[in-house]
């Protein structure tokens, strides 16, 4: 099988460190990581696996296969003691000129004050601490002429959202609708004056108690969309990202194939690893 547009032609894991961290907002955390000279910069929703030490492990353990099925099954085999955390982030800026990529991670909690291993990490990492880096390309990759873009998101997809609007085409016209759970968590980013970006921010909803996404897919359901041909990009929370494609595919007549969706973390259940 082929290579996918815009993705590594040799996988490989690159070691990076912190350099710095800064409270973006209530919910993002920025960390700029260094050491990445060597990275290809790809624009769109350039993503990324982070590999980052558990707690009580001194050395960073990187997998040393680097297929995407190889690396894994070799993880997997890897006793939990010796095994780094893995998640999957999106690459919000790059500065190749020093090696330097800025990742925005979104800082959740449970009711009990909780936070998953990667949100902890965002909150504690130090200038220094080591971060195994695996690019995996962008996934925005629409293959068909279309007339517009619509992309639909949660507050895990403003990265790859303000990616794709900043490498869109200057003369591109659509619809963003972005979900964030408070309005203070808006970020500005350059995207062409044909885009029309709406924020929906849970904190300024009265009925916003459900999980996030729910707001955003309302948001496009009662959306008036442009006419012709759109290419769809949905991404986020799972029930989002399905929900918000079986939507453009059943009520819209939007063709399957001009609606790519991704579902970046699922509501009650951790990451892989
Ligand atoms: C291609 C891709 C790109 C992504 N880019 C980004 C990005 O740039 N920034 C970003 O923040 N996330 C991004 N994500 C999502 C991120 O990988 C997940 O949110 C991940 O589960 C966070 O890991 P964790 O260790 O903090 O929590 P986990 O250990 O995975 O989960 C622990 C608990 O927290 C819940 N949880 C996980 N994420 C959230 C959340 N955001 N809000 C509320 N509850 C949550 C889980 O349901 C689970 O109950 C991306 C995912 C993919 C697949």
Known sequence: MGRKKNTPAERQFLMAHVVRTERLSANFVRVTLGGLESLEVRGDDHWCRLFFTREGQDVLALPTHTTEIGWYLQYLATPKTRRPWVRAYTVRDARPEVGEVDIDFVIHADR?????????????????????????????????????????GDETALPAIAGICRSLPAQTRGVAIIEIPTAGDRQDFPAPSGMEITWVARDESADAAGRPGELALRALTAATLPD??????TIGESALATGARRHLVNDRGVPKRHADFSGYWRQGRAATS
């Open 112 to 152: 009990d004050g909780n936070t998953g291993p990667a949100a902890r990490f965002a909150l504690e990492a130090q200038p220094g601490d080591r971060v195994g880096f695996l690019d995996q390309g962008a996934a925005y990759t629409p293959d068909h002429p279309h007339d517009w873009t619509l992309l639909v």
């Open 228 to 233: 012709g041909d759109v290419h769809a990009h």
